[in-house]
């Protein structure tokens, strides 16, 4: 279950901070990387690494490119990981490619197009539950996990007392991979936004209230599932997962994913729903939005969290239910 919600939870970290800004660690605890949250954010044109090291990082570097040809027009599905470093730029140029040759970015949600005071006022008003505080909601296992990771992260929990489980995980997760290394500033979408402001349209397949709304929907069981498989996953899960991705290897990943969460032993049920409410509705949401804009003649690039075009059900499996030609490009 921790490696499946953790793939989840990396499709929806966009959301934790909604501004251009990343989340900063806590100041006593360093990043095992070398990753700087003030380093600029690397530009379309900087295609050669600058170090030799770098290059080594970059040799096995090919994370998985899909392309659809429809009516003369050529389409492209890049999955993101939202937060990332540095050793991820420059991109392979085969991606960046392609992403030059198509004429609109579809991404989930456009973090420079979301209106900040509205969206904190939302979360005070769904994520915020002073009447039942986080500790007396949680299951006992849950609750002894919670304060031990607490403790042995330094992590700012006391703030959380008053979030719902939901919440308290999704800011947990994107701390826990601040203190990876990782930061927004270098996710995939991030990067992709940034350069598409110059001379491309920005297509969002979802909105930011609909990807609250349904954190929020989650039974409390599936809430503190969620939260205790982000208080015991394991030290390197982060690392583990950006491998993947450069190795363009996701789909076993979730695909395996799965197979763990399914020998875990949680509930059929809350497994059931957790798979249909944040993975296959919006996967079928997100296929149906970008099939819209390529029968309009467009050309999308388009940059979804990683676990959305991997496993059953994907985008991919909608946009081929549709009769579209879904191709991996090989590089």
């Not at 499709?11 to 900063?24: F, R, S, T, W, Y």
């Not at 450069?246 to 798979?275: P, W």
């Not at 969290?305 to 059900?313: D, I, T, V």
Request: with cysteine; net charge negative.
């Amino acid at each position: 279950m921790n490696k499946l919600l953790g793939i989840v939870f990396a499709g929806i970290l966009a959301m934790q901070g909604c501004n251009d800004q990343p989340v900063k660690p806590q100041t006593d605890i360093k990043p095992n990387k070398e990753t700087k949250v003030s380093d600029p954010l690397p530009k379309a044109e900087e295609s050669e690494p600058s170090q030799p090291e770098e290059q080594s990082a970059h040799e096995d570097y090919t994370p998985a490119l899909w392309k659809i040809e429809h009516n003369g027009k050529t389409s492209y599905l890049f999955g993101s990981i939202h937060m990332g470093d540095k050793s991820m730029y420059p991109l392979p140029k085969p991606v960046t490619e392609a992403f030059a040759a198509s004429d609109s970015l579809a991404v989930e949600i456009d973090l420079g197009n979301v209106d900040q005071m509205a969206i904190a006022q939302k979360v005070q008003t769904m994520a915020i539950d002073p009447e039942n505080p986080l500790p007396t909601v949680l299951k006992e296992e849950t609750l002894t996990e919670y304060n031990e990771y607490c403790a042995e992260t330094k992590s700012p929990c006391a703030m959380f007392s008053s979030f719902e489980p939901w919440f308290a995980a999704m800011t947990l997760e994107a701390l826990n991979m601040q203190q990876s290394g990782y930061s927004e500033q270098y996710g995939v979408d991030m990067y992709f936004l940034e350069q598409a402001r110059k001379d491309k349209d920005i297509i969002e397949l979802e909105t930011i209230d609909f990807q609250l709304d349904t954190l929020d929907s989650m039974p409390l069981e599936l809430q503190d599932a969620f939260l205790y498989s982000v208080v015991t996953k394991e030290a390197d899960e982060n690392d583990k997962l950006v491998k993947a991705w450069k190795s363009g290897n996701v789909e076993a990943y979730v695909e395996n994913s799965f197979e763990e969460a399914k020998e875990s032993g949680i509930d059929e049920e809350d497994y059931q729903y957790f798979i249909e409410a944040l993975l296959y509705n919006r996967n079928k949401g997100m296929a149906d939005g970008i099939a819209e804009h390529i029968e309009q003649g467009k050309s999308i690039f388009a940059v979804v969290g990683a676990a959305h075009y991997g496993g059953n059900k994907s985008v991919n499996h909608y946009l081929e239910e549709k009769g579209y030609t879904v191709e991996r490009v090989n590089y």
